[in-house]
């Protein structure tokens, strides 16, 4: 099992760039594929982006393409989400989970055992 919390959320103006970090304790993150998810205010949880446990596999919901990038750093346990261009539609909550490596990338949050509390990214117009 493993502990994840979110950081680097904040207000940014519509264009900026914002980096959020999941960082895992308990148990290294490196057996674990991650997923990054969001929630918005009257709108369902969708999936965002998600990385393997290696790092060589990546998944990014066509909303985010482009512009946001997933990557990881075993080493420090950590796995970020690095956001650019950001648009007022990508305000929300946004959480990191994680589930033992699965060998498949799963957009469904069914498919995650290990979940952050959340951080929040507000971007203005």
């Known amino acids: 099992q493993v502990q994840l919390v979110e950081s680097g959320g904040g207000l940014v103006q519509a264009g900026g760039s914002l980096r959020l970090s999941c960082a895992a304790s308990?148990?290294?993150?490196?057996?674990?594929?991650v997923g990054w998810f969001r929630q918005a205010p009257g709108k369902e949880r969708e999936s965002v982006a998600a990385?393997?446990?290696?790092?060589?596999?990546?998944y990014y919901a066509d909303s985010v393409k482009g512009r946001f990038t997933i990557s990881r750093d075993n080493a420090k346990n950590t796995v970020y989400l690095q956001m650019s261009s950001l648009k007022p539609e990508d305000t929300a909550i946004y959480y990191c989970?994680?589930?033992?490596?699965?060998?498949?990338?799963?957009?469904?949050?069914?498919?995650?055992?290990?979940w952050g509390q959340g951080t929040q990214v507000t971007v203005s117009s």
């Open positions: 989970a994680g589930v033992y490596r699965s060998g498949i990338l799963y957009t469904s949050g069914d498919a995650y055992d290990y």
């Open positions: 308990g148990r290294t993150l490196s057996m674990y594929d």
């Open positions: 990385i393997n446990w290696s790092g060589d596999n990546t």
